[in-house]
């Protein structure tokens, strides 16, 4: 399975600021998604990262708040803009190698946790 | 659209006892189901996946769980559960090459 690392792990931000989050996996994979798991929920999709195109967004979810790039098979970033006390959440991204058959099977990061102030 | 009930947002079984964790799922088409595990400050661990082929699913950590298509259900289930099994469990449906759909969770508790 494929070995992904998420950057930071957790920080704390001020009202207003921005963060990205860094996605890095070990291997080529054909799809890379980001969840977000607001506290004591389940995850909730917020885009797919498409390599070379614009990424896919959930209902809900708007590209002016959650830039998302994918340069290249093996990274991806998530930025959260201007941020509010509502977006302190845990950000999972998520990699499905369709090479191993399209099955659904996606496997997570660590997370990043984001606390904002 | 699919959909994923847990039934169940806190499960407590003593050490030693059965764990069964309760998953239906909704799909207009034949489903991939999957459990995964997130211990805590840790993302998501996959469990188990039925993809279509046997309808009794084994896993990691002596998991496993049984397609029931005429009650679509997918109930996780442990003959003997440890100490280490507490944790929060998913169940997730996806239609393949796309989105998964969870639900909202289970927490595991084990008592000594």
């Known amino acids: 399975s494929a070995v992904i690392s998420q950057k930071p792990s957790r920080d704390i931000c001020q009202r207003g600021t921005s963060l990205t989050i860094q996605c890095q996996v070990d291997?080529?994979?054909?799809?890379m998604f980001w969840y977000r798991q607001q506290p004591g929920q389940s995850l909730t999709l917020i885009a797919t990262?498409?390599?070379?195109?614009?990424?896919?967004?959930e209902s809900g979810f708007v590209i002016d708040k959650f830039p998302i790039s994918r340069p290249n098979l093996t990274f991806s970033t998530l930025t959260v803009s201007n941020m509010s006390p509502e977006d302190s959440s845990i950000y999972l991204c998520?990699?499905?190698?369709?090479?191993?058959?399209?099955?659904?099977?996606?496997?997570f990061g660590p997370g990043t946790r984001l606390t904002v102030l | 659209a699919q959909s994923v009930t847990q039934l169940g947002s806190h499960v407590s079984v003593s050490e030693g006892a059965l764990v069964l964790l309760r998953c239906n799922y909704s799909?207009?088409?034949?489903?991939?189901l999957f459990w995964y595990v997130q211990y805590p400050n840790q993302g998501l661990q996959l469990l188990l996946k039925?993809?279509?082929?046997?309808?009794l699913v084994k896993g990691i950590n002596g998991f496993e769980a049984e397609f029931k298509k005429s009650e679509t259900s997918f109930h996780l289930t442990k003959p003997s559960a440890h100490m280490s099994d507490a944790a929060e469990y998913f169940c997730?449906?996806?239609?393949?090459?796309?989105?998964?759909?969870f639900g909202q969770g289970t927490r595991l508790t084990i008592n000594p």
């Open positions: 799909s207009s088409v034949p489903p991939y």
């Open positions: 291997s080529q994979v054909t799809m």
């Open positions: 990262a498409n390599q070379g195109s614009e990424a896919t967004y």
């Open positions: 997730a449906v996806s239609r393949g090459a796309q989105k998964l759909v």
């Open positions: 039925y993809t279509s082929a046997a309808t």
């Open positions: 998520s990699v499905e190698d369709l090479r191993r058959g399209a099955s659904g099977e996606q496997f």
